[in-house]
């Protein structure tokens, strides 16, 4: 069975540093892609990026790009994602997914989702 | 960056209703890579569609994608009271993915 669980909620201070996790199993980590998706309260959601744990390739929506860093650790199959400076407008539901297959259409959709991470960032 | 406008923002419908709701793209989507997914409050996304039309995995088949280029739709047939939630569209191309920004589907 495939799962993706994710660290717990956070609550922090401005200009602090954080990283959030997603611990995955029931499958091959390196074969898929992992997504970040942030939600803010009562808003929609957005793509955050994207990582291929195979290859490290990373990519990033431009507007997060230089905001948060996307990682992976194949040894554990967990993926991260990194604020160095918080700021309060990054409070938000952070979650982590992943497509059905590797191959055809559903390989860029979203199957597979992590619980979510709550970050509160506050003074 | 493509850009996906989702129509209407809030539809309001009874049990047994027929539901049509509209996603339309800044530019054309590549290869149809167009998605759609349920949140209920509380609860991480579902998917319903991928492919533009191919139900993902235990979705029932009341509920049906269409389109492709710029304009695509997701039809629910007929309404059960557990479908009425926030449905998002999602589409992938040029490396990049993105989300409208979501319709709510309310009890008349």
């Known amino acids: 069975e495939v799962q993706l669980v994710q660290s717990g909620a956070e609550v922090k201070k401005p200009g602090e540093s954080l990283k959030i996790s997603c611990q995955t199993s029931?499958?091959?980590?390196?074969?898929?892609?992992i997504a970040w998706v942030r939600q803010v309260p009562g808003k929609g959601l957005e793509w955050v990026g994207i990582?291929?744990?195979?290859?490290?390739?990373?990519r990033y929506s431009p507007s997060f790009q230089g905001q948060v860093t996307i990682s992976a650790d194949k040894s554990i199959g967990t993926a991260y994602l990194h604020w160095s400076s918080l700021r309060a407008s990054d409070t938000a539901m952070y979650y982590c997914?992943?497509?059905?297959?590797?191959?055809?259409?559903?390989?860029?959709?979203?199957?597979?989702w992590g619980q979510g991470t709550l970050v509160t960032v506050s003074s | 960056e493509v850009v996906l406008s989702q129509s209407p923002g809030t539809l309001s419908l009874s049990p047994g209703e027929r539901a049509s709701l509209s996603c339309r793209a800044s530019?054309?989507?590549?290869?149809?890579?167009l998605a759609w997914y349920q949140q209920k409050p509380g609860q991480a996304p579902r998917l319903l569609i991928y492919?533009?039309?191919t139900r993902a995995t235990g979705i029932p088949d009341r509920f049906s994608g269409s389109g492709s280029g710029t304009d695509f739709t997701l039809t629910i047939s007929r309404l059960e009271p557990e479908d009425f939630a926030v449905y998002y569209c999602?589409?992938?191309?040029?490396?990049?993915?993105?989300f409208g920004q979501g319709t709510k589907l309310e009890m008349k």
């Open positions: 530019q054309t989507v590549d290869n149809n890579y």
């Open positions: 492919g533009a039309s």
């Open positions: 029931g499958y091959t980590f390196t074969t898929y892609y």
């Open positions: 999602q589409q992938y191309g040029s490396s990049l993915y993105s």
């Open positions: 990582i291929y744990p195979g290859d490290s390739d990373i």
């Open positions: 997914a992943r497509p059905l297959y590797y191959y055809d259409s559903s390989a860029y959709s979203f199957a597979f």
